[in-house]
């Protein structure tokens, strides 16, 4: 589903370069939650963000849907961009915005005929839970809320892959078992692929089925939790 080859990554900045990504492999199947877990600056949020192109690779593929990100025309892209979720630490809403124009941002921005747009916002709203804030602005809310929020926007555009950022890093330990569980549930409900990156260990304890462990720009170890975490 998703696959790092050989992935490098530099960055070049006035005083120096760093290499953020050593070479990474990396495969994530169908149906995976995978984690990847590591200190700051392990290069976390650099893998995370080649899926979603933010940044590219300095060298090496990565791979989504058997498709090289780098090799697409700008009309696949779109296409395959929309496949792709993500949900951020800080949540990232419009704060100018309702809840229910931070959920219909993206089918908005993708041409979505307004009546489907309703449809889909309030079913995604309901599906998280929050049918009732609709017209409320995240500022009026928890941030255990305004990640659900995060959620159904992600989940807009239908995507396979769903990726989390440092996803419950600002909740306190309640409300992030309550998204972990929510997540646990997209995962099984929707068969949707999640990749997140966290560093903490009980977050990848409590839901995710695969591992890799992170350490300065490398993999230093990865397989199922179970077997990982078995090791003496
Ligand atoms: P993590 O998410 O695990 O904290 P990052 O991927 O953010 O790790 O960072 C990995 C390394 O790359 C760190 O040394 C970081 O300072 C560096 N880095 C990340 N982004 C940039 C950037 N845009 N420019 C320069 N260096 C960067
Ligand atoms: P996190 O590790 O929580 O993802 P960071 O504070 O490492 O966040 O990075 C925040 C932003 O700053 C990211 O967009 C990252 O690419 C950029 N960044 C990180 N390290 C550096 C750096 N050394 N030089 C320039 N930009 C950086």
Request: glycine share 8%; proline share 3%.
């Amino acid at each position: 589903m998703i696959e790092f080859q050989n992935v490098k990554k530099l960055y070049e900045t006035k005083k120096q370069i760093v290499e953020a990504l050593k070479g990474i492999n990396l495969t994530v199947e169908k149906g995976d939650i995978f984690g990847v877990v590591g200190y700051s600056g392990a290069g976390k949020s650099t893998l995370i963000r080649l899926v979603n192109l933010l940044e590219r690779p300095s060298e090496g593929q990565v791979l989504v849907g058997g498709k090289a990100l780098t090799s697409l025309k700008p009309k696949e892209l779109r296409a395959e961009k929309k496949k792709i979720g993500m949900i951020f630490q800080h949540f990232n809403l419009l704060n100018s915005k309702t809840v229910f124009d931070n959920v219909a941002m993206p089918l908005v921005l993708s041409g979505t005929p307004s009546k489907e747009v309703k449809q889909r916002v309030e079913e995604l709203l309901e599906f998280v839970g929050l049918s009732n804030k609709s017209k409320n602005y995240p500022e009026q809310l928890s941030g255990g809320q305004k990640q659900r929020i995060g959620i159904a926007r992600a989940l807009a555009t239908n995507p396979s892959v769903l990726l989390c950022d440092e996803a419950t890093s600002a909740l306190d330990p309640q409300t992030t078992s309550a998204v972990l569980q929510l997540l646990k549930k997209i995962n099984n409900e929707y068969n949707i692929t999640i990749l997140l990156i966290t560093h903490e260990m009980s977050v990848i304890k409590e839901i995710c089925n695969k591992v890799a462990v992170m350490e300065g720009g490398r993999v230093v170890e990865q397989g199922s939790v179970l077997d990982v975490f078995s090791k003496p």
